[in-house]
Nanobody
């Protein structure tokens, strides 16, 4: 099982990026997919998740109204659309998968079993 996050880069404050999470050996329909980030010197934090039924997207308060998580089942890809980016959004972003039932949408990193390599997002003018 392997996940890969991509789409990071340098963006000015107020700008947008779309991150993608792809997988090999894993079908996203069967897993809750979470997005996490880790800023320099800080702990990894969960920012968004999407349960297998796609009925319960979950967001950290600091990104509500700015970030949207979605899944393209045909492409087996999960996206994180990030708008109105702020300097405090600067971090390495990771996607991860958890198999804890159809309704699970938790944001604690400890729930997630499979992790991909991260992608760096830098928000700076």
């Amino acid at each position: 099982l392997q996940l890969q996050a991509s789409g990071g880069g340098l963006v000015q404050p107020g700008g947008s990026l779309r991150l993608s999470c792809t997988a090999s050996g894993l079908t996203f329909e069967d897993y809750t997919i979470g997005w996490f980030r880790q800023a320099a010197g800080k702990e990894r934090e969960g920012i968004s998740s999407l349960n297998t039924g796609m009925t319960r997207p979950n967001y950290r308060d600091s990104v509500k109204g700015r970030f949207i998580i979605s899944r393209n089942t045909d492409k087996n890809t999960v996206y994180l659309q990030m708008d109105s980016l702020k300097p405090e959004d600067t971090a390495v972003y990771y996607c991860a998968a958890a198999n804890l039932g159809r309704e699970f949408n938790g944001l604690a990193p400890s729930w997630y079993n499979y992790w991909g390599q991260g992608t760096l997002v830098t928000v700076s003018s």
